[in-house]
């Protein structure tokens, strides 16, 4: 299961958007009980699946949040290539594709079965519709990703072809997130309570403030999920939820986010605990745009103020991993950059006092969402060691904080997991909410993105050592994957290495 969160992006780039560590804890029931038995697909096997930030929208071409493609993205809407579990780029509702000899061309070969909810057939006519959509109608951030296309045709109902302006790594791997996301041209009049795709369930119901629940989709041109009909059901207080699951009210809680507390169910044999890991880094963010951190002082004297061993122990149990940058170990470029700024008291203090920013007051506009609340008060009290004050301002999340911190820039620092996959340069430029602008990073992006395999790894060690070495914000912690189940649960995925929360592969043995 996925945490959740994203990120955002930048003119002609690959994108990013930011959400919340989504907790997700998923229920399994048969229609009508608490408790069921082993079924084939096209019984009343039912699911419920918790989760702590409840989308504000249902439309993504027009709202940010990671809690919206997580629900709908692989399960109502399906793309024409997706992610598998290692990350690696495979057929979704294109059969094949294949790539010019310069990079710019790409012809893609689509399933002849497929059929949107409304009854409409897809075709190669539909692809093209949605990707101009992006370029058009599409208000959020994340559209950027679609500029490096100059055409899209449909060269017959089932053939497409994309020409890109430039060759671009990005580009395909991005049409695997959100943006590639395949529309009815008679099923967008509602997106944001009504969507409309082609893929295994389709959505049913929004009972505001409390569930989703999407239904299997019967006439589905692929197969068909186990479980016939799916609530997510939306909670904002861990604590009862691994109550839920100890007085077998619930039977799955994942993404866990009070891991202090696992160790009563790791010594259970009820439940299987699966531990991986996500692309969920959690960023202490900057504001790039105020006079405070226009110094790099003040930036690397807060990297060197906060022990992030300690923090992490703190704030999440000791679960994750320190990574130093915003590149996660399942990402070809990664690199342990944890040594490019050790915690260092003395040093930090030093350096604060240097860029006169000792003794000033910084906000610490934080989202109601837990590991964000928990860390934050680690984070305020390791800076004020440092000779900072920090004020700690809750913002009620998605709404408020996506509106003052995400959309305005309205804050000094904040705390987010950023889970889009590949997200270094959506969420380190001008502008984005961290408002950074380095031109020296745009250009080992623009390499890494133009160029072979070898130069586009090469480029992205470079931009990631960069934004480190610039202390452009500072990486507390890479979010683990934590799932705790009931042992007759089936896939439930180790890693959470994509935006969506993939509901296809659940089942009971």
Known sequence: MKSQFSKSALPGRAVAFVAAAALLVLTACSAGSGTSSGSSPGGSQSLSIGLVAEPASLDFTTTDGAAIPQVLLGNVYERLVKQDDSGKIVPELAKSWTVSPDRKTYTFDLVDNAKFTNGKPFTAADAVFSINRVKTAWTTSLKAAMDVVQEAKALSPTQLQVTLTKPSNGWLFRMTTRIG????????????????????????????????????????????????????????????????????????????????????????????????????????????????????????????????????????????????????PTDPWYEDLTGVAPFDLAKAKSLLQASGAAGKTLRLRLPTLPYAIACGQVVKSQLEQAGLKVAIDQQEFPAAWLTNVLKNADYDMSIIAHVEPRDLGAVFNAKYYTRYDDPTLQQYLAAADSGDEAAQIDNMKKAARRISEQAAGDWLFLLPNLIVADKNLTGLPKNAITENLDLTSLARS
Not at 223 to 249: E, M, V
Request: aromatic share 10%; net charge neutral.
């Open 181 to 328: 996301a395949m529309f009815s041209e008679t099923g967008v009049s509602a997106l944001a309570t009504a969507p409309i795709g082609t893929g295994p369930f389709k959505f049913s119901k929004w009972n505001r403030g409390d569930s989703i629940v999407l239904e299997r989709n019967d006439d589905y041109w692929g197969t068909k999920p186990f479980f016939n009909q799916i609530t997510l059901k939306y909670f904002k207080d861990p604590t009862a939820l691994n109550n839920a699951l100890l007085t077998g009210t619930i039977n799955v809680i994942g993404t866990v986010q009070a891991p202090e507390a696992l160790s009563q169910f790791t010594s259970n044999d009820k439940y299987q605990v699966i531990e991986g890991t996500t692309n969920g880094e959690v960023l202490l963010s900057f504001n790039n745009s105020e006079p405070i951190f226009k110094d790099i002082r003040t930036r690397q004297g807060i990297r060197q103020a906060i022990d992030h061993k300690a923090l992490m122990d703190t704030c999440w149990a000791g679960r994750g991993k320190l990574i130093g940058s915003m590149v996660p």
